[in-house]
């Protein structure tokens, strides 16, 4: 007889129904204690550890020692191989038989000489199934392999998840045995747990939430753990619960599957070769496993890693891409930081990483995918589009600080109105793992309710790789359309942003930067990266000019694509999103150090190369060669070697009688041993001597120093500090009355968690400027062609600086030459100049362009804004006047009323303890300026800044005559790059790069000395427009450009005369 209904107390049966399926209580006679049952111990057990990661065929060959579940190895870092050989016994026929194994470090089955399965702890991955149904002639006897990282899923921080590893931590394998697995009690605790988190999610106002506790309590009712005959009778009522089908206006969540590796973080660039492998392995079982799964996977990079270093696995990875099972997506090189990499290298992720998609999986990513990147720049919806893509997914901005962002699907307008369809999974992750919770979030959350009815669920571990479960894939399959959730699919990303598009015109559109309001520590935090990276950038901007150049100067040279390609793929790779920004491990910025090491040695060989080939054949004295890499005439002084190691100074002037001119290259003549350094003078031949009137000896009155060289006079008081600065032509004064500028500036710097990533509001508070002490100041360099005082100050009692001031004759803008020696401990370090000028914005630099930012703190949005990023200048102006500081290498900034902020260094402590530790040189320059900051040069400045002339040494004699080959007709457009077409190593067709700097509708003709035979338009990844072509008049062409539009042609040379 059936027992009578009886009341039910909600808590109770919640938690009966808890109780029943918890791995941690009741476990004798629960059914997660039926889960396994029968268990043997692995036959035998032997290993080894090697500090290496070898490879598997090395591995296997070296001496294996007996060994035994609890035996403890390490230390970090270190590779623990395990030989599992395993008998199945007979009585297990017909059975599921698993291999349970947990350990925490990351472990990777090999069978038959392939990595068939990730097992890790941490990824909920303990167990590897040996056979579905073990066979009557199955064999019982086998061997497998487990290689076990000396490191978890995110590392092996040393009490934290973001402290610095602990490079003595040991591991250990806490299980290792063969199991039966039992599939039916599996399906029923999938089953009671989405019943619990119905119940729970939807609450006990909802009739469904008590219709799904009640089917719970049931199921509990008619199942009895001990006796598998119970079990159909409850998975039927689960199935008929999970049966009642929801209505058509029920929202659809797209569930995709995804593993979020970092390139490097909390690990090192290797580990990370062993992560993907052990990742996607595991997703690729999971495919075979279930047709319907399908998984997104981004970042070129790692897939030439898993290419290179198991084959196999990547044939497997190709074969369901076939099938549309896995997906390659983001179109990049690596997940880069969206702030800090220049226009022209995001264009390189995208043209190396598309390149590599198209080579490898038949054809381009259509999707940008850049999910945990610390903000996004203005301009990256035209590089998208440039780049073939439309789309783009992101979900960091759900970690603002301060403000929730308005959207979860919009349009994103950039910089130039180029406009991209944009998606924020509404669940705010990117490693979700099919929970009821998470799916009702996704749809409670969605703040785009009404516009459209489709979101992105992202399931997998992630960050430190893992990725899906079969349990996930289970959950979402359970959850496909049950009354009272949203309608759940496995999805692509294609068919999602097809159901987004569809709905397009009713959706939001956000102009402008998409800027994160956290993380704003990123800009500072490790200053040896990021100088590196503007470095490098340099370097290969520098060393594809010129080999464009010897390309066409000289028959005989080949253009070195196969290492610039290599060099910049190195840079592609730093440009990572944990590691320009500096939130990485002490190891991984050892790697990128030595990575900038590689482009600065093989870069500057490859100039070296290309000035050779300049120099051949030419008639003129043995010397220099000096090149200017900017398409505008230019004065500067230049230092220059002299026998035995010396310098002596040159006044050098780029040829041409136009204001704007070209990339030139002078020979310049090795100076004699014995003449006035100040007063030499090196020109090109058609700048007369007497261009630029000789600057007067610095003065030095009561302790200050003024420095004036006609165009900017520079008063420093006795400690260092600019006490004013003056454009000598209007008198205009620069620095805020009773003020001083080049103000260092301490504050402490203690975030609330994260070290290296954030710098807080409540830093600005602790402001304590760095007095120096009067009598430190000297004259330096005294006229001629540079004038120049120097100081030192104490910084604290551990921390030191010593600066030169330095005003060159012809020269706009004052350049501060620092150097710093760094120990600190949670200190921020700045540099300010109070300005005479009031304006509600100041204009920032960034990638092909320049925005505006307010200086005050009006509203949440203005405040949260406290420090930003800039890339090589920012300005603050009103109308007629200006300043502007400059920088070779820093990326924090700030102006707040009329204080420019420069950010110098910090000082985190995880994950990195050594973080910026150490000694520190950079350069940054001041330039006042009349009327608006693209009228006075500012854009050009700061190029001439971060692109010195070059002086190569030539290795034979050196042109006689200067050539131009580059000039434009307007300083509104800047020539960024020249380099050789990607598509035919062997070819003569080269590609510019062109954008439009100041924010105008602009006609611009472009001059060149070279042997164009065709120009045409073509997109960011070297496509040629149908209906792009240029015609040529007079060696010009004229473009067109729109407010910062970039644009790019190919220019197809003249095949050399025999």
Not at 125 to 150: F, Q
Not at 1000 to 1028: F, I, M, N, Y
Request: charged letters at 20%; aromatic letters at 10%; one cysteine or more.
């Amino acid at each position: 007889m059936a027992a009578a209904p009886a009341l039910k107390h909600w808590r109770t049966t919640l938690e009966r129904v808890e109780k029943f399926v918890s791995p941690l209580y009741f476990t004798d006679c629960n059914l997660r204690g039926r889960l396994y049952r029968d268990s043997c111990p692995v036959a035998a057990l032997s290993s080894f550890l090697t500090p290496e990661r070898l490879p598997y065929q090395q591995a296997v060959q070296q001496d294996f020692r007996p060994a035994q579940v609890g035996d403890r190895f390490g230390p970090t870092w270190w590779t623990s191989w395990f030989r599992v050989e395993l008998t199945i016994p007979e009585a297990w026929v017909g059975q599921e038989v698993h291999l349970r194994w947990e350990s925490n470090g990351e472990g990777l089955v090999w069978r038959d000489g392939e990595p068939v399965q990730g097992l890790t702890t941490e990824g909920e991955k303990t167990s590897y199934i040996l056979t579905d149904r073990l066979g009557e002639g199955d064999p019982r006897n086998l061997t497998l392999y487990v290689e076990v990282a000396c490191n978890g899923l995110l590392g092996a921080g040393k009490g934290s998840m973001i402290a610095a590893p602990d490079p003595e931590k040991m591991f250990q394998v806490s299980r290792a045995e063969l199991a039966v697995f039992h599939r039916d009690v599996y399906k029923l605790l999938v089953d009671l747990e989405l019943l619990l988190g119905i119940a729970k999610g939807l609450g006990e106002d909802n009739q469904r939430s008590f219709q799904a506790l009640y089917t719970a309590n049931q199921m509990v009712n008619m199942c009895d753990p001990a006796q598998p005959e119970t079990f159909p009778v409850a998975q039927a009522l689960a199935s008929r619960f999970f049966g009642q089908r929801g209505g058509e206006s029920q929202h659809t969540i797209h569930a995709i599957g995804h593993c979020h590796i970092d390139t490097a973080w909390l690990w090192p660039f290797k580990e990370t070769v062993r992560k993907c492998a052990r990742s996607w392995v595991t997703a690729v079982q999971l495919m075979e496993r279930n047709p319907s799964f399908i998984f997104a996977c981004s970042q070129a990079q790692q897939l030439e890693w898993v290419k290179n270093h198991y084959p196999g696995l990547y044939t497997r990875l190709q074969e369901c891409a076939c099938r549309g099972q896995f997906v390659p997506v983001g179109g990049t090189w690596v997940e880069m930081d969206g702030n800090l990499p220049s226009g022209e290298a995001m264009v390189r992720q995208f043209l190396q990483g598309q390149s590599f998609f198209l080579q490898e999986f038949g054809k381009m990513c259509s999707e940008f995918w850049l999910p945990d990147t610390f903000g996004y720049s203005a301009q990256l919806p035209q590089i998208m589009r440039g780049c073939g893509i439309r789309r783009f997914l992101t979900q960091k901005l759900s970690w603002n600080l301060v403000n929730t962002f308005p959207h979860h699907t919009f349009l994103w307008e950039g910089l130039d109105g180029s406009r991209v369809l944009a998606h924020f999974p509404p669940g705010d992750s990117y490693g979700m793992q099919g929970s009821v919770e998470e799916v009702l979030k996704t749809v409670t959350n969605n703040r785009d309710k009404g516009r459209t009815n489709h979101s992105a669920f992202l399931f997998g571990f992630g960050d430190g790789g893992g990725g899906p479960t079969q349990t996930m894939l289970d959950r979402l399959k359970r959850l496909c359309n049950t009354d009272g959730l949203p309608r759940v699919q496995l999805s692509s990303p294609g068919r999602l942003f097809s159901e987004l598009e569809s709905d397009q015109g009713q959706l939001c559109t956000w102009v402008g930067e998409l800027f994160l309001e956290l993380h704003n520590g990123t800009y500072t935090t490790h200053a040896q990266i990021k100088k590196g990276n503007r470095e490098c950038e340099r370097i290969l901007h520098d060393a594809e000019l010129l080999s464009s150049l010897a390309l066409v100067r000289c028959t005989q040279f080949l253009y070195p694509a196969v290492q610039l390609q290599y060099l910049w793929r190195l840079l592609l790779l730093n440009q990572f999103h944990d590691v320009v920004p500096g939130s990485c491990i002490q190891a991984v910025v050892e790697d990128a150090m030595s990575h900038y090491e590689d482009i600065r040695s093989h870069g500057n060989g490859l100039l070296s190369a290309a000035a050779a080939a300049l120099c051949a054949g030419e008639p003129g004295p043995e010397g220099l060669l000096i090149v200017n890499t900017l398409p505008w005439k230019r004065t500067e002084v230049l230092a220059l070697p002299r026998p035995g190691g010396a310098h002596t100074l040159g006044l050098i002037s780029s040829a041409g009688d136009s204001a704007q001119h070209g990339l030139c290259s002078c020979s310049c003549p090795h100076f004699p041993a014995a003449p006035a350094a100040p007063a030499a003078c090196v020109r090109s031949a058609r700048a007369p001597a007497d261009s630029f009137s000789r600057l007067p000896s610095p003065t030095k009155t009561d302790g200050s120093v003024t420095l004036d060289n006609g165009i900017l006079r520079v008063r420093l008081d006795p400690t260092g500090r600019l006490t004013s600065l003056v454009l000598v032509a209007s008198g205009r004064e620069a620095i805020a009355e009773g003020a001083t500028g080049n103000q260092f500036v301490l504050f402490d710097d203690v975030p609330l968690y994260w070290d290296a990533w954030d710098v807080m509001d409540y830093h600005l508070e602790t402001r304590k400027p760095v007095l120096g002490q009067p009598g430190t100041l000297a004259v330096g360099t005294e006229g001629g062609l540079r004038g120049s005082a120097w100081f030192l100050l104490q910084l604290s009692p551990n921390s030191r600086l010593s600066q030169e001031v330095v005003l060159d004759v012809g020269c706009p803008y004052v350049r501060f030459h620092t150097e710093v020696h760094w120990q600190e401990t949670h200190k921020f370090l700045k540099v300010e100049f109070p300005a005479r000028v009031r304006s509600p914005q100041a204009t920032y630099e960034i990638q092909f362009g320049h925005l505006q930012r307010p200086t005050h703190y009006n509203t949440s949005w203005d405040w949260a804004r406290f420090e930003v990023w800039a890339h090589r200048w920012m300005d603050l102006s009103e109308c007629g006047f200006g300043l502007a500081l400059l920088n070779d290498c820093k990326y924090g900034a700030s102006v707040h009323g009329n204080v420019l902020s420069l950010s110098l260094l910090r000082a985190p402590k995880a994950p990195d303890a050594t973080a910026d530790m150490g000694r520190h040189e950079f350069t940054y320059a001041l330039m006042p300026h009349k009327g608006s900051f693209q009228d006075a040069g500012v854009i050009r400045a700061a190029y001439s800044l971060n692109f010195p002339l070059l002086a190569l040494p030539a290795p034979g004699p050196a042109p006689a005559a200067s050539w131009s080959a580059f000039s434009l007709s307007t300083p509104a457009v800047v020539l960024e790059t020249v380099k050789q077409a990607e598509a035919n190593p062997l070819s003569r067709t080269l590609v510019l790069r062109l954008y439009e700097a100041h924010g105008s509708h602009v006609d611009c003709w472009l001059h060149t000395s070279l042997p164009v035979q065709e120009a045409v338009l073509c997109d960011l990844l070297e496509k040629r427009d149908p209906a792009g072509h240029l015609p040529l008049r007079d060696n010009r062409l004229k473009l067109t450009f729109s407010p910062f539009q970039v644009r790019s042609l190919l220019l197809v040379l003249q095949p050399p005369l025999d």
